[in-house]
């Protein structure tokens, strides 16, 4: 069996600032993680560690190789600091970069070498990957968000659980959470939902619902919690009810 | 055309010192670097930052989780310094990490995800490669060096220049380099080749040297030249006669 579990960049970093984490979450994240069995993959955003140099040098509309070195740099550094924190939580983790292993095709992945990641998983060892830059057939380099990472990790690994940590309760109409959606059902809601606070180059939670939607789609429900709540991520990954059901359609 | 540039951790790297680094040294490098065309793959060996870690946590005999950990970040740390240095000297350069992008199989590349180097290569970007631990499906992990990696990328990429800088001035025997070598003649002189100055876990000159056999058997010669002296680089990438040149045997 394996889990995906993404922790959303508005958790990890003040997304307002460029390179600021916060440590204390990070860590309290770590130490919830090291509470489950090892047979996860972890996937994080890269919150200001990369929406705001994405956003400084136009990497969504421009080709800068200045850019792209400076944004990967910035998530792999925030990335770095997951994986250290996982290790003084206990638990073996082990970076995987996007920008190394995969290749897009115009935004969308195309080539992804897994075999690393399946070999970590063997091993009892969490991959870490994250929302990054990436070469681009049709584009030269484009991102990738945390999101579309889920999505094809989750399909390629046939995974059995899928929870998604956000700063917000899941997806949320009128400020309340909506108990589960279906692609039938999103027309209703479309309006309602609205993008992420902060900055946030890959679509906030329109885009986040989108890629769930893509991988119900598929057969593979998934859940959008608060991971800003203490005890939630063991929550989600035991599948208790929480947050927003992404169901697929009947 | 691809031209492959090794640079030795040894020049980059106090090599005695865990995670010393030479910032002059690394900053020359780049210098020179950016006088030459950008149809390059520069591959750095892990100096300091890799074998000391990899000694400690025993990786070429031992699983260690934690010791892939730690000796991954410090190389990747390293890595970033030379990216870092490129970006100042006006070059634009990517990371690219072996424990993301490729699988061993008995410490020998068995799958190598090479898409985005090539994206990287026709967009103006040399892609910077370097000595790492990676998974490996016979056991668990193991080292791959900055000299396979060589001879995997030349072979792969069809390189017409393979330059391996290393601290001295190639492959010496009673402290004179040799002009060159090859299968045949290593015989007379192999006793006298020794390993490496300072810790190295992945076999010094001899391991360097028998990797670069094998990609003159292929058809692909190299030199071993020494990048501690300013001007070599750009002589060795232009192909002047310096250092051992590595033949195929007749």
Not at 109 to 134: C, Q, S, T
């Amino acid at each position: 069996m394996t889990r995906i579990l993404k922790i959303g960049g508005s958790i990890l970093t003040d997304k307002s600032r460029e390179l600021v984490a916060r440590p204390e979450e990070i860590s309290r994240i770590a130490h919830e993680i090291s509470t489950q069995p090892d047979d996860l993959v972890l996937v994080h955003g890269a919150g200001s560690f990369g929406h705001i140099p994405a956003r400084k040098y136009c990497l969504s509309q421009e080709f800068s190789r200045e850019g792209l070195r400076v944004t990967h740099n910035s998530v792999a550094r925030l990335c770095e600091l997951v994986v250290e924190a996982l290790g003084q939580a206990g638990v073996e983790s082990l970076p995987v970069h996007p920008l190394s292993c995969l290749q897009l095709h115009s935004g969308r992945i195309e080539r992804f070498l897994l075999d690393p990641i399946k070999e970590m998983l063997k091993n009892g060892i969490i991959p870490v990957l994250h929302g990054d830059v990436a070469m681009d057939l049709a584009r030269g380099a484009a991102i990738v968000s945390g999101d579309q990472l889920v999505t094809y990790l989750a399909t390629a690994l046939q995974a059995e659980v899928v929870a998604v940590g956000s700063n917000v309760d899941g997806v949320l109409v009128s400020g309340r959470p909506l108990p589960s959606i279906s692609r039938k059902n999103l027309p209703e809601f479309e309006n309602a939902i609205g993008g992420s606070a902060g900055v946030d180059v890959t679509g906030g939670m329109r885009g986040k619902l989108l890629e769930l939607l893509d991988l119900a789609d598929l057969g593979i429900e998934s859940v959008i919690f608060n991971a800003g709540i203490e005890g939630n991520i063991a929550r989600a990954l035991n599948g208790e009810t929480l947050g927003t059901r992404i169901r697929r359609s009947k």
